[in-house]
C-alpha cells in the first residue's frame, strides 16, 4: 500500500508534514490535481511551499504532470517504473467533461503513432474528452 510515509522513505526525501499532507491529497483523491486545487484543499499551506514541494516530487519521479487541455497544469501520481530525472508515463489521460476530473488511463494501449520523415516525437500527450465511469 503506498502510504505518504513509505512514498517519501523509498525516494530519500526528508518528510515534512507539508510534504506528506501533499502527498495525501494526491493518494486520496486519485485524479490528477492542479496546485490551485491544492492551494484549496490545504489553504494553510503556504503558495511558495506548495510549488516547490511539488517540483521537488516531479523531479523525484513521484508525481508527473498532467496536460488536460483546460489550461491548468495538473499532477498525477507515478506508477512505481517512475525513478529519479526518468519518467515513463507515456500514458492516455483521460478528461470527464461532466465532473472536471482528469485521470492516468494506465492500462490503456496507446497508439502508434508515425510522423512525417524529418520529425521526431518528444513527448506524446494523448487526452481523450468524454464521460468517466462515475458520471455515466
Ligand atoms: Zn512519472
Ligand atoms: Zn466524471
Ligand atoms: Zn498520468
Known amino acids: 500500500m503506498k502510504t505518504p510515509e513509505n512514498i517519501l522513505k523509498s525516494t530519500g526525501i526528508k518528510s ?29 499551506l503556504d503558495r511558495v511551499t506548495v510549488y516547490r514541494t511539488l517540483l521537488t516530487f516531479e523531479e523525484k519521479g513521484i508525481i508527473h ?15 512505481s517504473d517512475c525513478s529519479e530525472h526518468h519518467h515513463q508515463d507515456e500514458h492516455i489521460h483521460f478528461h470527464c467533461t461532466q465532473c472536471d476530473h482528469t485521470i ?13 520523415d524529418g520529425y521526431k516525437m518528444e513527448s506524446c500527450d494523448i487526452i481523450i ?8
Do not use: W
Open 16 to 44: 515534512t508534514i507539508v510534504r506528506k499532507k501533499i502527498l495525501d491529497s494526491f493518494i486520496s483523491n486519485g485524479v490528477a490535481i492542479s496546485n490551485q486545487d491544492l492551494e484549496n484543499n490545504l489553504p494553510d
Open 129 to 136: 474528452k468524454g464521460i468517466c465511469k462515475n458520471c455515466h
Open 104 to 116: 492516468c488511463l494506465d492500462d490503456t494501449e496507446v497508439p502508434s503513432i508515425s510522423l512525417p
Open 65 to 79: 504532470k498532467v496536460n488536460d487541455g483546460t489550461g491548468s497544469v495538473k499532477y498525477a501520481m507515478c506508477h
